[in-house]
């Protein structure tokens, strides 16, 4: 299957642009029990090498932007915002994860930390960090799918 | 002394002057020229929700700290010379130059602590910009500057520093107090797909590094402010524009109802602080 699915990518690259891949969950239909989501939002299992990366990017996630993590010493300065990361894989579901990184307001009310899967709701949304305006359905959400599975294994990875 | 002892010495040498990096000494002084002391600390005004009024200069590395103790380090100060040219260049249909109708410079202190204010004239809250843009306009018949050409900026720098030393004095009643509550809405409205308001960080956070970024309360007695970031002088509202368009928002522009009222209610936040432009910041 694998080749096949190779060829099919650029077609889906055209015909959905930036809406992501045909097997995500939308945005909108991502479903929130307690503030968790239980399924996979790609479809796929996560990759913790990529999620690394997303984690210490700072155009991608840049999540050491706001936590230390100290399993990521190697990056320079971690931020003091947010807890320390440390141990989230052990105080944390996979699914309560992947709750937090999509919508962390979901499961702490008023979180400052953005939402990384989300498409609406947002005042003055902007395109990007031009300051120029956005329509809501010109947004792309933050992280792709794929890219939140690859943070959320990366986190279950971090264990006390 | 052998190996493992000179890398350990080496590894505390280097968290330490990253330490250093990140937050200067919290008694350090802000002395201008050896004479000038600028209150840097202040007591909140009562409706305050901060607990010490802290001006940027005491969240910058002592290296950056430095470049304001002395205005012949202090790169701002090109600024001030150009303005001073300008200030008795005349200019417009009429003729006429700043010193024309204000006479020297320093007549201008005391102006910068109070603005933004309501112009009694038409009830509208002025900044220092729109005020000197109508003497050029309406007094000078000359062009209007640019919010953020070099000759306005410049222009503001010469007239804050006449107040420099001054705490910030705004009034936020009377007249003031629709543009003060506008203005205080917009700063804890959380804008942009990164859904931040001025509040989470400079609030809820000053103090906290956000990656490598030392953030302060967000305070504006320093403006115009010398930014080693983009080299120049810097206004108000440009640093909102800046702040707003990191959020992932759309920014208000400049000399809007909006940002003039977030104005307002920011240098309200610093009453107390000395008026320090041009300061230096990173």
Redesign the interface.
């Known amino acids: 299957m694998k080749p096949l699915k190779l060829a099919l990518v650029p077609v889906f690259a055209l015909a959905l642009a930036n809406a992501g891949w045909a097997g995500d969950v939308a945005a909108g239909d991502v479903v929130y029990d307690d503030g968790a989501v239980a399924v996979s939002l790609s479809g796929m299992a996560g990759d913790p090498a990529a999620g690394k990366k997303v984690m210490t990017t700072?155009g991608l996630g840049?999540c050491?932007?706001?936590h230390t993590v100290s399993s990521l010493s190697e990056f320079?300065?971690?931020?003091?915002?947010g807890p320390t990361l440390d141990g989230a894989g052990s105080r944390w579901t996979e699914a309560q994860l992947r709750g937090i990184v999509s919508d962390a307001k979901k499961t702490f009310d008023g979180s400052?930390m953005?939402?990384f899967y989300k498409k609406s709701g947002?005042?003055?949304?902007?395109n990007?960090?031009?300051?120029?305006?956005?329509s809501e359905d010109e947004?792309s959400t933050?992280l792709t799918a794929q890219q939140i599975e690859d943070v959320v294994a990366y986190l279950q990875t971090l264990k006390d | 002394m052998g190996m493992l002892a000179k890398a350990a010495a080496i590894g505390a040498f280097a968290a330490l002057s990253l330490g250093q990096a990140a937050s200067a000494d919290e008694d350090a002084r802000l002395i201008i020229n050896g004479e000038e002391e600028m209150i840097v600390r202040a007591a909140p005004p009562a409706w305050s929700p901060l607990p010490e009024l802290l001006s940027g200069w005491l969240f910058r590395t002592v290296e950056t700290q430095r470049l304001q103790m002395d205005d012949f380090e202090n790169p701002g100060f090109t600024s001030v010379d150009s303005a001073w040219e300008t200030w008795s260049l005349p200019e417009g249909s009429a003729g006429k130059s700043c010193a024309d109708c204000h006479g020297d410079a320093a007549s201008m202190k005391g102006v910068r602590a109070v603005m933004p204010k309501v112009n009694a004239e038409n009830g509208e809250l002025w900044t220092l910009e729109m005020y000197i843009n109508n003497c050029r306009t309406e007094r000078m018949g000359a062009e209007s500057w640019g919010w953020n050409s070099g000759s306005m900026v410049d222009m503001t720098a010469l007239i804050s520093l006449q107040s420099r030393g001054m705490p910030v004095n705004v009034a936020i009643d009377g007249a003031a107090a629709p543009f003060w509550e506008a203005g205080k809405e917009l700063y804890y409205?959380?804008?942009?797909?990164?859904?931040?308001s001025c509040a989470?960080c400079h609030e809820?956070?000053y103090g906290?590094?956000?990656?490598?970024d030392h953030l302060s309360q967000g305070q504006i007695n320093g403006f115009p402010v010398y930014r080693l970031k983009n080299a120049k002088l810097n206004s108000i509202h440009a640093r909102f524009?800046g702040c707003?368009?990191?959020?992932?928002?759309?920014?208000y522009k400049e000399g809007s109802p909006e940002f003039t009222a977030l104005e307002l209610y920011v240098a309200s936040r610093g009453n107390g602080l000395s008026v320090e432009a041009p300061s230096v910041r990173n």
Do not use: W
């Open positions: 700072r840049n050491i932007a706001c320079a300065f971690h931020g003091e915002i400052m953005p939402s947002y005042i003055r949304p902007g990007a960090y031009t300051g120029k305006a956005a947004l933050l | 409205t959380r804008t942009g797909q990164l859904e931040l989470n809820d956070n906290n590094m956000i990656r490598a524009k707003v368009r990191d959020t992932r928002a759309e920014t």
